[in-house]
């Protein structure tokens, strides 16, 4: 029997006859016949981030860190975990890379992945992964109604995105302990980029727990800064002032930047907040950025960016799809938060980059207030 074969569905008049086995029809896959690399690892993603969180979870990186080189037995037997299902989870996150060695060796974590991977260490990043885990991949769904609907429609219907983020307790915690995480350590250079030596007041809007604003206090004795955040935040950032110390220099003003005009200061800081929102809530956000500012002061936009093209880096393509599920933002280029900032009326606008994800976007206020 002849089948037809797809392109016969377009209506051309000469069929061409494909052999009985549908199985045959298209011929080999090109290449060796394997998935690539970048599919297999994109498909077995999801098991990936779990792998990892969980491990992250029961002290399996926090042990290798420690102890070197381990087999799975003593692993399993110093985190107190079921050492089946330990083996097949270092078996995973070996292939995936995540982990070097075997069970012969003993496995070990490679030490540019160990400062993330560390409790003790100021890059660790355990809160953000369980704040993709328990947070973000229950979101993930939605993108399929989004798909078939539109995001405007489907969250017509649902919590606006802060008021999901803080719906409980634990949730607080968490989304605040992974901004805390993914904040704090560049701060450092953030704050050196920036310059604060001469500043006075910053304005730390959605300044959250306060990593921020607690790195430029800490290098800038002159400095004294206040939190501009929803009332949800205040015990967090009382935790931060207290932890470092910071009595009176740090302050937390309750508010809600759609309704309430920002505090007035000299520096104005948005870190990880205009990602949240459109361009036109963005414009908003700036444009009362720009009434709060004192002559001659500046607003500092500490974001991702993408890469001109709009498609790398990695982490930024993939935080853009969690913006899309998690808020009303999206993540920009450089040259589109300059000219969000020039609109608002801010100017000698420029962008300096840091070492890592956080990148710092200048506009100055005239002098004149003008
Ligand atoms: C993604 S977090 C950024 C935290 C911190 N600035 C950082 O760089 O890590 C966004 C912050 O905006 C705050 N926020 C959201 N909606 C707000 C509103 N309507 N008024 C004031 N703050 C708001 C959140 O509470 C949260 O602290």
Redesign the pocket.
Known sequence: MEQRTLDDRSGGDTPRTAPSDPGDATGPPPGDGAMPEPLERAVFGIHATHAVQLADRHGVFAFLIAHGASRTGSIAAATGTDEETLRRLLIALQAFGVLTGDDRDGYRVPPESAPYLDPDSPRYTGAFLQHLVTSTSGRLPQLADYVARGKARVDADLP???DA??ADEGSTAT??RA??Q??FEV?DELVALAGLGAARHLV??????G??SVSALLRTPALRATV???P??APHLARSRDAYGLGERLRFAP??????ELPEGDQL?????L??WDDDTCATLLRKARRACAPGGRVLV?DRLFDDDGHRPLATAVMNLSMHVE?RGRHRTAGEYLGLLRDAGFTDCEVRRSSRE?HLVIGHSAPDGG
């Open positions: 606006a995105p802060f983020m803080y989304f605040l901004m805390w993914l904040s701060s730390d809007v959605g300044g959250a727990n990593p921020f501009f955040d929803l949800h935040v508010g809600d930047f759609f309704r309430d800081a948005f870190g990880y907040v990602s949240d500490m808020t956080k």
